[in-house]
């Protein structure tokens, strides 16, 4: 899985790759501990989580496809048990955007997919996004668009388990009270930008006419 994300992976896929599948799966198994999970539940999470953007390698859009076809050709090739592969991949289907209600462990991967968003350096990755999608679709975001899409994101997004709620929620709430306040910062600094060019372009149109006046004076 880390050859498949490391050198089958363009470059431009600064944050769907192999650091980011390995957070994910971190983060997965954490809330596999907090919930108490069988083995067989834990194992299909696991696999889930390992599979989730290996279509990345082949579609940025729809990439979930692309990942379940993935999962089903090397569960098929090592003979892995038919019901547990079903269950593997409708974890995988359950990472789509927007989030769909789902079983514990689809919900469990869901939470883990959107952890960095209850971090520290959520903005790190929140740039990461933004570059990469710049690079892949030609889709550019300017600082004011990127950073209300943040907000929207960070107010919509619900964790779906309690554990999810437990580990994520603090941070993300302080998260988005930080950002909420750069948005305000932002909006007064672009503000007074506006009003300063105003007074220097009326200090220019005043200087023009008493230029344009002295001019007619000495002619």
């Known amino acids: 899985?880390?050859?498949?994300?490391?050198?089958?992976?363009?470059?431009?896929?600064?944050?769907?790759?192999?650091?980011?599948?390995?957070?994910?799966?971190?983060?997965?198994?954490?809330?596999?501990?907090?919930?108490?999970?069988?083995?067989?539940?834990?194992?299909?999470?696991?696999?889930?989580?390992?599979?989730?953007?290996?279509?990345?390698?082949?579609?940025?859009?729809?990439?979930?496809?692309?990942?379940?076809?993935?999962?089903?050709?090397?569960?098929?090739?090592?003979?892995?048990?038919?019901?547990?592969?079903?269950?593997?991949?409708?974890?995988?289907?359950?990472?789509?955007?927007?989030h769909l209600s789902t079983d514990k462990i689809g919900a469990l991967l869901q939470d883990a997919d959107l952890s960095n968003l209850g971090m520290d350096d959520w903005e790190k990755f929140s740039e990461l996004i933004r570059k990469e999608r710049a690079s892949l679709t030609g889709q550019q975001i300017t600082d004011e668009e990127w950073e209300n899409q943040n907000n929207i994101i960070l107010k919509d997004t619900v964790f779906q388990t309690r554990e999810g709620k437990l580990k994520y929620d603090e941070g993300k709430k302080k998260n988005r009270e930080e950002l909420k306040e750069k948005i305000k910062k932002d909006k007064k600094k672009g503000a007074s930008l506006i009003n300063s060019n105003r007074t220097a372009e009326m200090l220019f149109k005043t200087a023009l006419r008493n230029h344009i006046n002295l001019t007619q004076r000495c002619v």
């Open 1 to 98: 899985m880390q050859n498949l994300l490391t050198n089958e992976l363009s470059k431009e896929h600064i944050y769907h790759n192999w650091d980011h599948t390995n957070l994910v799966y971190d983060e997965a198994m954490s809330l596999a501990d907090a919930a108490a999970l069988n083995e067989e539940d834990r194992e299909i999470l696991s696999l889930a989580a390992l599979f989730h953007d290996t279509g990345f390698v082949h579609t940025y859009q729809n990439h979930e496809e692309g990942s379940k076809k993935i999962a089903a050709a090397y569960f098929s090739g090592i003979n892995y048990p038919a019901e547990k592969t079903t269950k593997v991949l409708n974890a995988i289907d359950a990472t789509k955007m927007p």
